[in-house]
Protein backbone atom coordinates (compact mmCIF):
# COMPACT_ATOMS: atom_id res chain seq x y z
CA UNK A 1 0.00 0.00 0.00
CA UNK A 2 1.31 3.04 -1.06
CA UNK A 3 1.34 6.00 1.19
CA UNK A 4 2.86 9.94 1.91
CA UNK A 5 6.10 10.02 2.90
CA UNK A 6 7.45 13.23 5.27
CA UNK A 7 10.59 14.37 4.60
CA UNK A 8 10.89 16.04 8.38
CA UNK A 9 13.98 18.39 8.89
CA UNK A 10 16.03 17.39 12.53
CA UNK A 11 14.57 20.49 14.26
CA UNK A 12 12.58 20.54 17.59
CA UNK A 13 9.39 20.31 15.50
CA UNK A 14 10.93 17.56 13.24
CA UNK A 15 12.26 15.41 15.91
CA UNK A 16 8.98 15.71 17.79
CA UNK A 17 7.01 14.68 14.89
CA UNK A 18 9.10 11.49 13.98
CA UNK A 19 8.93 10.56 17.42
CA UNK A 20 4.82 10.96 17.02
CA UNK A 21 4.85 8.66 13.79
CA UNK A 22 6.85 6.20 15.94
CA UNK A 23 4.76 6.00 18.95
CA UNK A 24 1.73 5.68 16.44
CA UNK A 25 3.54 2.42 14.92
CA UNK A 26 4.45 3.69 11.73
CA UNK A 27 7.88 3.70 10.80
CA UNK A 28 10.39 6.68 9.96
CA UNK A 29 14.20 6.35 8.77
CA UNK A 30 16.42 8.32 10.84
CA UNK A 31 19.83 9.22 10.69
CA UNK A 32 23.10 7.64 12.52
CA UNK A 33 26.67 8.37 12.28
CA UNK A 34 26.86 4.94 10.13
CA UNK A 35 23.63 5.10 7.63
CA UNK A 36 20.06 6.17 7.88
CA UNK A 37 17.93 3.23 10.01
CA UNK A 38 14.51 2.70 9.22
CA UNK A 39 13.33 2.59 13.07
CA UNK A 40 10.31 1.05 14.30
CA UNK A 41 8.73 0.43 17.91
CA UNK A 42 10.86 -2.80 18.77
CA UNK A 43 8.08 -3.34 21.03
CA UNK A 44 5.34 -3.50 18.79
CA UNK A 45 5.33 -6.58 16.35
CA UNK A 46 2.78 -4.90 13.92
CA UNK A 47 5.25 -1.96 13.57
CA UNK A 48 8.05 -4.24 13.20
CA UNK A 49 6.44 -6.31 10.52
CA UNK A 50 6.27 -2.92 8.80
CA UNK A 51 9.62 -2.74 8.16
CA UNK A 52 10.17 -6.11 6.72
CA UNK A 53 7.31 -5.26 4.24
CA UNK A 54 8.99 -2.07 3.56
CA UNK A 55 12.50 -3.39 2.86
CA UNK A 56 11.24 -6.77 1.57
CA UNK A 57 14.25 -8.34 4.09
CA UNK A 58 14.23 -12.11 5.05
CA UNK A 59 12.37 -12.73 8.44
CA UNK A 60 15.17 -14.80 9.25
CA UNK A 61 17.74 -12.07 9.67
CA UNK A 62 17.53 -10.21 13.10
CA UNK A 63 16.98 -6.24 13.49
CA UNK A 64 19.47 -4.32 15.42
CA UNK A 65 17.80 -2.54 18.58
CA UNK A 66 18.84 1.26 18.80
CA UNK A 67 18.80 2.98 22.22
CA UNK A 68 19.08 6.75 23.83
CA UNK A 69 21.76 5.28 26.41
CA UNK A 70 23.90 1.74 28.00
CA UNK A 71 20.84 1.86 31.15
CA UNK A 72 18.28 1.42 28.77
CA UNK A 73 20.20 -1.64 27.17
CA UNK A 74 20.87 -3.41 30.60
CA UNK A 75 17.00 -3.56 31.48
CA UNK A 76 16.42 -5.62 27.76
CA UNK A 77 19.64 -8.14 28.55
CA UNK A 78 22.10 -9.68 30.67
CA UNK A 79 24.85 -7.43 31.12
CA UNK A 80 28.71 -8.42 31.24
CA UNK A 81 31.80 -6.78 32.14
CA UNK A 82 33.18 -7.29 28.72
CA UNK A 83 29.70 -5.39 27.82
CA UNK A 84 30.31 -2.78 29.94
CA UNK A 85 34.32 -2.24 28.76
CA UNK A 86 32.59 -1.65 25.07
CA UNK A 87 30.09 0.17 25.90
CA UNK A 88 31.97 2.82 28.14
CA UNK A 89 34.80 2.63 25.25
CA UNK A 90 32.47 3.30 21.88
CA UNK A 91 29.14 3.91 22.92
CA UNK A 92 27.63 6.25 21.48
CA UNK A 93 28.94 4.98 18.46
CA UNK A 94 29.42 2.19 15.44
CA UNK A 95 29.60 -0.75 17.58
CA UNK A 96 26.73 -2.92 18.00
CA UNK A 97 26.24 -5.97 21.22
CA UNK A 98 24.99 -8.93 20.91
CA UNK A 99 23.77 -10.55 24.39
CA UNK A 100 21.66 -12.34 26.14
CA UNK A 101 17.89 -11.28 26.74
CA UNK A 102 16.14 -10.95 30.14
CA UNK A 103 12.82 -12.62 30.63
CA UNK A 104 10.37 -9.84 30.46
CA UNK A 105 12.30 -7.63 28.04
CA UNK A 106 9.11 -7.21 26.05
CA UNK A 107 10.68 -6.42 22.94
CA UNK A 108 8.44 -7.84 19.42
CA UNK A 109 9.92 -11.85 18.90
CA UNK A 110 10.26 -10.10 15.15
CA UNK A 111 12.93 -8.62 16.29
CA UNK A 112 15.53 -11.03 16.40
CA UNK A 113 14.22 -13.18 14.33
CA UNK A 114 13.58 -16.19 16.99
CA UNK A 115 16.71 -15.86 18.85
CA UNK A 116 17.17 -15.64 22.17
CA UNK A 117 19.77 -12.84 21.96
CA UNK A 118 19.60 -8.90 20.51
CA UNK A 119 21.89 -6.57 19.08
CA UNK A 120 21.69 -3.53 20.69
CA UNK A 121 23.87 0.24 20.25
CA UNK A 122 23.80 3.37 21.12
CA UNK A 123 24.41 5.54 18.16
CA UNK A 124 26.03 8.66 17.94
CA UNK A 125 24.78 11.79 15.82
CA UNK A 126 22.57 14.84 17.36
CA UNK A 127 19.51 14.09 15.59
CA UNK A 128 19.77 10.11 16.14
CA UNK A 129 20.15 11.17 19.69
CA UNK A 130 17.58 13.62 19.93
CA UNK A 131 14.82 11.38 18.52
CA UNK A 132 15.50 8.29 20.79
CA UNK A 133 15.26 10.94 23.87
CA UNK A 134 12.30 12.21 22.57
CA UNK A 135 10.57 8.19 21.65
CA UNK A 136 11.95 7.33 24.98
CA UNK A 137 11.79 3.55 24.22
CA UNK A 138 13.69 0.87 21.96
CA UNK A 139 13.80 1.46 18.01
CA UNK A 140 14.30 -1.45 16.04
CA UNK A 141 16.31 -0.34 12.57
CA UNK A 142 18.41 -1.78 9.72
CA UNK A 143 19.34 0.26 7.28
CA UNK A 144 16.85 2.05 5.47
CA UNK A 145 16.85 1.04 1.59
CA UNK A 146 15.18 -2.12 0.29
CA UNK A 147 16.78 -5.58 1.36
CA UNK A 148 19.73 -6.34 -0.39
CA UNK A 149 20.48 -3.05 -1.77
CA UNK A 150 23.51 -0.50 -1.03
CA UNK A 151 22.76 1.21 2.35
CA UNK A 152 21.47 4.90 2.07
CA UNK A 153 24.15 7.38 3.42
CA UNK A 154 21.91 10.62 2.64
CA UNK A 155 18.14 11.32 3.30
CA UNK A 156 17.86 11.39 -0.72
CA UNK A 157 19.47 7.58 -1.28
CA UNK A 158 15.94 6.97 1.62
CA UNK A 159 13.53 8.53 -0.58
CA UNK A 160 14.85 6.91 -3.70
CA UNK A 161 14.38 3.38 -2.63
CA UNK A 162 11.53 3.75 0.17
CA UNK A 163 8.87 6.76 -0.91
CA UNK A 164 5.77 5.59 -0.67
CA UNK A 165 6.58 2.63 2.01
CA UNK A 166 7.40 4.47 4.98
CA UNK A 167 6.07 7.54 6.87
CA UNK A 168 8.98 9.71 6.76
CA UNK A 169 12.28 10.69 6.64
CA UNK A 170 13.71 12.32 9.32
CA UNK A 171 16.64 14.23 7.44
CA UNK A 172 19.99 14.65 9.63
CA UNK A 173 22.45 15.44 6.63
CA UNK A 174 24.69 12.95 5.22
CA UNK A 175 26.28 10.72 7.25
CA UNK A 176 29.71 10.75 8.61
CA UNK A 177 31.24 7.16 9.01
CA UNK A 178 29.44 5.55 6.56
CA UNK A 179 29.19 1.66 6.95
CA UNK A 180 27.24 -0.20 8.95
CA UNK A 181 28.25 -0.66 12.61
CA UNK A 182 30.68 -3.57 13.90
CA UNK A 183 28.91 -6.43 15.60
CA UNK A 184 30.69 -8.06 18.50
CA UNK A 185 29.03 -11.29 20.18
CA UNK A 186 30.25 -13.37 22.87
CA UNK A 187 30.53 -17.56 22.52
CA UNK A 188 31.37 -19.54 25.29
CA UNK A 189 32.72 -16.81 27.07
CA UNK A 190 34.94 -15.72 24.56
CA UNK A 191 34.21 -12.20 22.28
CA UNK A 192 33.13 -12.93 18.43
CA UNK A 193 33.47 -10.54 15.72
CA UNK A 194 30.17 -11.42 14.31
CA UNK A 195 30.31 -8.52 11.78
CA UNK A 196 33.23 -6.06 10.46
CA UNK A 197 32.30 -2.24 10.65
CA UNK A 198 32.53 1.44 11.83
CA UNK A 199 34.52 0.50 15.16
CA UNK A 200 37.74 -1.69 13.76
CA UNK A 201 38.55 -4.65 15.14
CA UNK A 202 41.72 -4.32 16.33
CA UNK A 203 40.45 -1.06 18.54
CA UNK A 204 37.83 -3.84 19.75
CA UNK A 205 40.62 -6.32 20.64
CA UNK A 206 42.42 -3.04 22.51
CA UNK A 207 39.36 -2.28 24.67
CA UNK A 208 38.92 -5.61 25.89
CA UNK A 209 42.73 -6.84 26.33
CA UNK A 210 42.01 -10.29 23.92
CA UNK A 211 41.51 -10.93 20.76
CA UNK A 212 38.35 -11.42 18.78
CA UNK A 213 37.11 -14.72 17.96
CA UNK A 214 35.39 -16.20 14.80
CA UNK A 215 32.03 -17.37 15.00
CA UNK A 216 32.39 -21.27 15.30
CA UNK A 217 28.94 -22.07 12.90
CA UNK A 218 27.45 -20.51 9.44
CA UNK A 219 24.04 -19.96 11.48
CA UNK A 220 22.74 -16.48 11.31
CA UNK A 221 22.92 -14.80 15.09
CA UNK A 222 23.27 -11.41 14.02
CA UNK A 223 22.33 -8.62 11.56
CA UNK A 224 24.09 -8.17 8.11
CA UNK A 225 25.11 -12.30 8.15
CA UNK A 226 23.55 -12.97 4.66
CA UNK A 227 26.32 -13.66 2.10
CA UNK A 228 24.36 -11.55 -0.68
CA UNK A 229 23.89 -7.80 0.98
CA UNK A 230 24.00 -4.79 0.01
CA UNK A 231 23.78 -5.22 -3.66
CA UNK A 232 23.65 -2.64 -6.69
CA UNK A 233 21.41 -3.99 -9.45
CA UNK A 234 24.39 -4.17 -11.65
CA UNK A 235 27.42 -6.78 -11.19
CA UNK A 236 30.48 -6.20 -8.80
CA UNK A 237 33.86 -7.51 -9.96
CA UNK A 238 36.28 -7.00 -7.20
CA UNK A 239 40.02 -6.82 -7.02
CA UNK A 240 39.99 -4.83 -10.48
CA UNK A 241 42.92 -3.03 -11.80
CA UNK A 242 40.99 -1.61 -14.54
CA UNK A 243 37.72 -1.55 -16.07
CA UNK A 244 36.59 -3.82 -18.71
CA UNK A 245 35.29 -2.41 -22.07
CA UNK A 246 31.48 -2.56 -20.33
CA UNK A 247 32.37 -1.60 -17.06
CA UNK A 248 32.82 1.06 -14.87
CA UNK A 249 34.94 1.33 -12.24
CA UNK A 250 35.06 2.37 -8.93
CA UNK A 251 38.94 3.28 -7.54
CA UNK A 252 40.62 3.10 -4.66
CA UNK A 253 43.95 5.65 -3.72
CA UNK A 254 46.63 4.98 -7.35
CA UNK A 255 43.90 2.98 -9.11
CA UNK A 256 41.84 5.85 -10.32
CA UNK A 257 38.11 5.15 -11.92
CA UNK A 258 34.52 6.63 -12.74
CA UNK A 259 34.90 7.61 -9.19
CA UNK A 260 37.73 7.30 -6.23
CA UNK A 261 36.47 6.77 -3.03
CA UNK A 262 39.73 8.16 -1.85
CA UNK A 263 42.49 9.89 -3.72
CA UNK A 264 44.67 9.60 -0.97
CA UNK A 265 43.99 6.28 0.06
CA UNK A 266 42.21 7.39 3.43
CA UNK A 267 40.22 4.49 4.28
CA UNK A 268 37.90 6.66 7.18
CA UNK A 269 36.75 8.52 3.45
CA UNK A 270 36.63 5.96 1.53
CA UNK A 271 34.58 4.28 4.04
CA UNK A 272 32.16 7.37 4.31
CA UNK A 273 31.82 7.45 0.48
CA UNK A 274 31.25 3.45 -0.15
CA UNK A 275 27.42 3.64 -0.33
CA UNK A 276 27.15 6.67 -1.84
CA UNK A 277 29.69 5.76 -4.51
CA UNK A 278 27.60 2.40 -5.59
CA UNK A 279 24.77 4.54 -5.82
CA UNK A 280 26.14 6.46 -8.57
CA UNK A 281 27.54 3.88 -10.18
CA UNK A 282 24.63 1.49 -10.10
CA UNK A 283 22.72 4.12 -11.65
CA UNK A 284 24.82 4.08 -14.69
CA UNK A 285 23.25 0.27 -15.11
CA UNK A 286 26.49 -0.99 -16.33
CA UNK A 287 28.78 -3.75 -14.33
CA UNK A 288 30.90 -2.66 -11.45
CA UNK A 289 34.86 -3.00 -11.36
CA UNK A 290 36.28 -2.21 -7.71
CA UNK A 291 40.03 -1.86 -7.11
CA UNK A 292 41.70 -3.52 -4.08
CA UNK A 293 41.04 -1.93 -0.88
CA UNK A 294 43.50 -2.97 1.83
CA UNK A 295 42.34 -5.35 4.48
CA UNK A 296 43.13 -3.71 8.01
CA UNK A 297 41.19 -1.25 9.91
CA UNK A 298 37.98 -0.19 8.20
CA UNK A 299 39.06 -1.54 4.90
CA UNK A 300 37.78 -5.14 6.57
CA UNK A 301 34.04 -3.08 6.91
CA UNK A 302 34.72 -1.68 3.43
CA UNK A 303 35.94 -5.71 1.69
CA UNK A 304 33.48 -6.98 4.07
CA UNK A 305 30.40 -4.86 2.34
CA UNK A 306 31.65 -5.30 -0.97
CA UNK A 307 31.91 -9.04 -0.97
CA UNK A 308 28.50 -9.21 -0.31
CA UNK A 309 27.91 -6.87 -2.97
CA UNK A 310 29.56 -9.21 -5.49
CA UNK A 311 28.06 -12.55 -4.24
CA UNK A 312 25.24 -14.41 -5.79
CA UNK A 313 21.73 -13.77 -4.27
CA UNK A 314 20.67 -15.51 -1.24
CA UNK A 315 17.85 -17.36 -0.80
CA UNK A 316 15.76 -18.07 2.30
CA UNK A 317 15.89 -21.74 4.42
CA UNK A 318 13.86 -24.25 3.18
CA UNK A 319 10.55 -24.17 6.02
CA UNK A 320 8.92 -26.71 7.36
Known amino acids: MTQSTRHLQATDAGIARAAA ?11 TETVYGLGADARNGTAVAA ?5 GRPAFNPLIVHLADAATAQNLVWWSADAQILADAFWP ?11 GHGLSSLVTAGLQTVGLRVPAGVAAGALLRAFDAPVAAPSANPSGRISPTTADHVMAGLSGKIAAVLDGGPCTVGVESTIVGWQNDAPVLLR ?3 VP ?12 QTPDSNEITAPGQ ?7 RSSVRLNAAQAQEDEVLLG ?9 LSPTSDLAKAAANLFDHLHKLDATGQPIAVAPIPHHGLGAAINDRLARAAATRDQPPPTG
Do not use: C, M, W
Open 252 to 260: FGPIDGTLN
Open 226 to 232: LSSHYAP
Open 21 to 31: FLDAGQTVAFP
Open 196 to 198: AGG
Open 51 to 55: IYAAK
Open 93 to 103: GPLTLVLPLRD
Open 201 to 212: SEAVEAALGRPL
